[in-house]
Each structure stands twice: as structure tokens, then as C-alpha cells.
């Protein structure tokens, strides 16, 4: 059975910074390309950033790139997310994805359960 | 970048209507479109992929068609269960943006 458990998340203060994990199983992780998707309360899911399989190729949302960074390590099975520059904006609860294939155009087919990030002073 | 669009926004039906939804993309993205259906309080769940393949397990009332601009998603006879919102996604480039989402509940 696919799991992945995220962690992490807090409150932090405008400008600051926090790193996300999410513990893989139940599948090959360096299989599969990952993603992080978050969702605001109330609101839609929106997309993050996305990693390839060999972590070689990487994607980032405008609204985020220059101050997130997506990695993974595949001998611990483990997706990262380095969030730095943090903004109000930035507050929602951050999904874990399992995408169908090795590389980014895919869908997600695993979520995990999310963890929560709340920026604000 | 591309934009995603749904409609309706919201829609109300009663059990066994059949319920369609639209998705469209401001250009041609092929066929690499996602369904999720979030239920309340729930964590998205992937229904279709390649704008028209059942994933594993979803109820076969639900499908999806279309190619280039124009997705539907058809839940052939809606049941208590199905209450949600459903989102489209595109997959063939990033940004792999969301659309807005339908909410469906029942009549």
C-alpha cells in the first residue's frame, strides 16, 4: 500500500523559513516522479513544484520559484520541500503527490495527508 | 501559461441524474487532463487520467472525454456518495495548473 506522511509544517514568521518532508513506501520511490500541491482553507488545490524521477529535472509555480526548492533522496525514500522567503500567501496545508510516471507530465495518483504551514507574525 | 476553466461553478442534482461537467484550457494540451474529486475535509482522490482512462477502483459511473481545449467529466447516475467538489488538472507542461472546480451536491 502506498504511504506517504508529511511533516514539518508549523507556524513560522513572515520571512522565514521551514523544510517539508514526506516518508515514501509501499512502492519503488526513485520510480516515480513526486510533486507538492498546497491548498489555502477554503480554497482550491493549487500546484507547487514537481520533481523528476532521477531528481534531475525540476518545476516550480511562479508564485514560488526563486524561493522553493524541491529535492528528494532516494535512499531514504524521502521527498523534500525548502521553503525560504516565506509570505502570508504561502499559509496552506502542503500535499505530498505520487505522480503515475517517472517524469512530471503525469497525474497524482497518491496523496498523502498533508501538513500545514501557517506564515504569519 | 495556460489557463484552466470549469463550469459549472456549483451544481445541485437529484440521485441518479446523470451530471456533467466541463473543463477547458485556454490552448490545446492533447489529452493530458486529470479529474480528482475532493470530498469534504478529504484529500483529493485521482478518478481519470489521459482525459478519459477510469483509474483503478473508481466506480465505472464515472468518465471523462474530450481532447485539446474541451474536457468533460459525466457522472452517469449520481449517488449520496458522489457529493464533492471536482477539479481538472493539466499534466502536458507546467505549470500543471487546477482548475477552479464544481461543487456537486444533491437536490
Known amino acids: 500500500e502506498v504511504q506517504l506522511l508529511e511533516s514539518g509544517g508549523g507556524l513560522v514568521q513572515p520571512e522565514g523559513s521551514l523544510r517539508l518532508s514526506c516518508a515514501a513506501s509501499?512502492?519503488?520511490?526513485?520510480?516515480?516522479?513526486m510533486t507538492w500541491v498546497r491548498q489555502a482553507p477554503g480554497k482550491g488545490p493549487e500546484w507547487v513544484s514537481s520533481?523528476?524521477?532521477?531528481?534531475?529535472?525540476?518545476f516550480y509555480a511562479d508564485s514560488v520559484r526563486g524561493r522553493f526548492t524541491i529535492s528528494r533522496d532516494s535512499s531514504k525514500d524521502t521527498l523534500f520541500l525548502q521553503m525560504n522567503s516565506l509570505k502570508a500567501g504561502d499559509t496552506a496545508l502542503y500535499y505530498c503527490?505520487?505522480?503515475?510516471?517517472?517524469?512530471?507530465?503525469?497525474?497524482?495518483?497518491?496523496w498523502g495527508q498533508g501538513t500545514l504551514v501557517t506564515v504569519s507574525s | 501559461d495556460i489557463q484552466m476553466t470549469q463550469s459549472p461553478s456549483s451544481l445541485s442534482a437529484s440521485v441518479r441524474d446523470r451530471v456533467t461537467i466541463t473543463c477547458r484550457a485556454s490552448?490545446?494540451?492533447?489529452?493530458?487532463l486529470a479529474w480528482y474529486q475532493q470530498k469534504p475535509g478529504k484529500v483529493p482522490k485521482l478518478l481519470i487520467y489521459?482525459?478519459?482512462t477510469l483509474q483503478s477502483g473508481v466506480p465505472s459511473r464515472f468518465s471523462g472525454s474530450g481532447s485539446g481545449t474541451h474536457f468533460t467529466l459525466t457522472i452517469s447516475s449520481l449517488q449520496p456518495e458522489d457529493v464533492a467538489t471536482y477539479y481538472c488538472?493539466?499534466?502536458?507542461?507546467?505549470?500543471?495548473?487546477f482548475g477552479p472546480g464544481t461543487k456537486v451536491d444533491i437536490k
Open positions: 503527490g505520487k505522480i503515475r510516471s517517472g517524469i512530471a507530465t503525469a497525474a497524482i495518483n497518491h
Open positions: 509501499g512502492f519503488t520511490f526513485s520510480n516515480y516522479a
Open positions: 520533481i523528476s524521477d532521477s531528481g534531475d529535472n525540476t
Open positions: 490552448q490545446g494540451i492533447s489529452n493530458y
Open positions: 489521459a482525459a478519459s
Open positions: 488538472q493539466k499534466y502536458n507542461s507546467a505549470p500543471f495548473t
